[in-house]
């Protein structure tokens, strides 16, 4: 059982928490998601199943996209709505336009703080577990890329926003750093993430339906790979594959690729056998480099 599942993820329980769920539901022991959603926030959670963990590392490069709500006037430690105030001002004075005008200067790469209660390592240890022994530590900012920040409303102290990001960008503190930037504090009280990479929010199930008909909702793993370009191989190839060799093959025609662009490598039977890159092109043929093999026996 190798695939993909695109979860809705509820309010209340933390991305490992379902992975776990997923375990027991789909009886398998190997599972993992693409990136952590916190426990508050809900919405799109990507669950790699077996040999399709081993996508991991590219589907966690796409593009995140989020419905915020910030909540101007009051900051709490954890930057969203779970943690402790720690400071309450005035936002009533705050227009439209000065919302609209601060967001901008977010928009682009820009080296972003992350908050103390998060799940980076400072010397081996989480952040979380300093921020809860009452320690302080030093934040290293991390450069990360806001594509774009659409406002949807604005009723202060509520302002509500669709966010397209980069991974590892923390809606939390852009949050609180929208607030420092008005001068009124604030933090991120409701999160939803509609899009992660090339799953949808539309697509997605929930535990529940998941627990019905499990076996119905899993993406196959052909179909999670199927935008890469692709390559087929002789068995004699292939075999060379499998124990994760370089392979040459003819240059098929108009076959077009870039060189730091996955390849899907396929075996006889148009089953995906590894995702490589070109290693390096000759006169008629390509040397194909495989970067993760699958067992497809395994399941």
């Known amino acids: 059982m190798n695939g993909i599942l695109a979860l809705d993820k509820p309010a209340g329980l933390t991305s490992f928490s379902v992975v776990n769920r997923v375990r027991r539901i789909v009886k398998t022991k190997k599972a993992g998601h693409t990136g952590t959603l916190d426990p508050f926030a809900t919405g799109v959670l990507v669950v790699c199943l077996n040999q399709a963990t081993r996508l991991v590392p590219y589907l966690q490069e796409g593009e995140k996209e989020y419905l915020a709500e910030v909540r101007l ?29 601060a967001l901008r200067g977010f928009v682009g790469v820009i080296d972003q703080v992350p908050p103390i209660f998060s799940a980076l390592k400072v010397g081996g240890k989480r952040m979380y577990e300093f921020a809860r ?21 604005i009723k202060i102290p509520f302002v509500r926003l669709s966010v397209s990001c980069s991974k590892g960008t923390y809606i939390r503190s852009l949050a609180h750093d929208l607030g420092q930037e008005l001068g009124c504090c604030a933090h991120l009280s409701g999160l939803r993430r509609v899009k992660n990479g090339m799953f949808s929010i539309d697509e997605c199930i929930t535990l529940p339906c998941l627990e019905k008909s499990p076996q119905d909702r899993i993406i196959p793993l052909e179909k999670v790979v199927s935008h890469f370009p692709s390559l087929s191989l002789s068995r004699q190839a292939e075999e060379q594959v499998t124990h994760g060799n370089r392979v040459e093959v003819s240059t098929p025609p108009s076959f077009e690729f870039d060189k730091s662009q996955p390849i899907r490598i396929m075996n006889l039977m148009e089953q995906v056998l590894a995702i490589g890159f070109v290693h390096r092109v000759e006169s008629k043929s390509l040397i194909i480099q495989p970067k993760i093999v699958f067992r497809l026996d395994e399941v």
Request: net charge negative; no cysteine.
């Open 73 to 101: 006037g009051e900051e709490r430690d954890t930057y969203d709505a779970t943690g402790k105030i720690i400071s309450v001002q005035d936002a009533s004075h705050i227009r439209d336009q000065d919302v609209e005008t």
């Open 133 to 153: 022994s009452g320690q302080t530590v030093e934040r290293q900012p991390r450069r990360v890329e806001i594509r774009s920040i659409d406002v949807l409303e």
